[in-house]
């Protein structure tokens, strides 16, 4: 995270690449984005996050680009499964029968044109309630709407700010720059600006 610096509404843009670090392991994602919100304590907060990976791999259509609230509105959560605190640990408690975890949630985006291990840069809005994310892969002249959603936070939110990778997962950020707004500036600059 970004060391001393607080913020709640306005626009943030990076260049990201991102790849599984050992590609043969389907565990690994190459999963890479941002945090905002970032709670003192460190134990929660909002992410947007890219898996170039379901960009080009078929049947995965729909889940490339990612919001949560962390911890407990990740994406399982999200897909409609259920989780517990059962002795300081999360246990998935999820009825199989009645949820498929594998269908992609609400609170998930298409991320066109974005691969494992090539640039793209992304942009992301967040006006109040409304966090949104657009994407223009290298080499493209304009950015796409990846996603648009409603915060689970409270449209006041401030917090640390911040990028977001997983392990075993090679990722480069870079040109990162951001713009704070008041809430109703960024709500207009959404309107205007894809």
């Known amino acids: ?16 690449k991102s790849e599984r670090t050992f ?12 945090v905002f919100n970032l709670d003192a304590a460190m134990t929660g907060w909002e992410s947007v996050y890219f898996r170039p990976h379901t960009a080009v791999e078929p049947g995965a259509e729909g889940k490339s680009v990612q919001y ?7 994406w399982f959560t999200l897909r409609g499964g259920s989780i517990a605190v059962k002795d300081g640990e999360l246990v998935d ?20 044109g974005i691969a494992p291990g090539q640039w793209f840069t992304a942009r992301f809005v967040i ?11 290298e080499g493209a002249r304009a950015f796409t709407t990846a996603l648009g959603v409603e915060s689970f936070n409270a449209p006041a939110a401030s917090g640390a700010l911040g990028f ?3 392990p075993r997962t090679t990722t480069f950020f870079r040109n990162a720059r951001y713009l ?11 309107v205007a600006e894809p």
């Open 93 to 112: 408690t999820t009825d199989p029968a009645k949820v498929d975890i594998e269908k992609a949630s609400a609170y998930e985006g298409s991320a066109k």
């Open 127 to 137: 006006a109040g309630s409304k966090v949104a994310a657009f994407v223009r892969p």
């Open 180 to 190: 704070p707004l008041s809430a109703s500036d960024a709500a207009a600059w959404l």
């Open 164 to 166: 977001y990778t997983e």
């Open 1 to 16: 995270h970004l060391r001393g610096l607080r913020f709640d509404d306005g626009v943030i843009e990076v260049d990201i």
């Open 23 to 34: 590609p043969g392991e389907s565990e690994q994602k190459g999963f890479a984005g941002l």
């Open 68 to 74: 949560v609230r962390m911890p407990m509105e990740n």
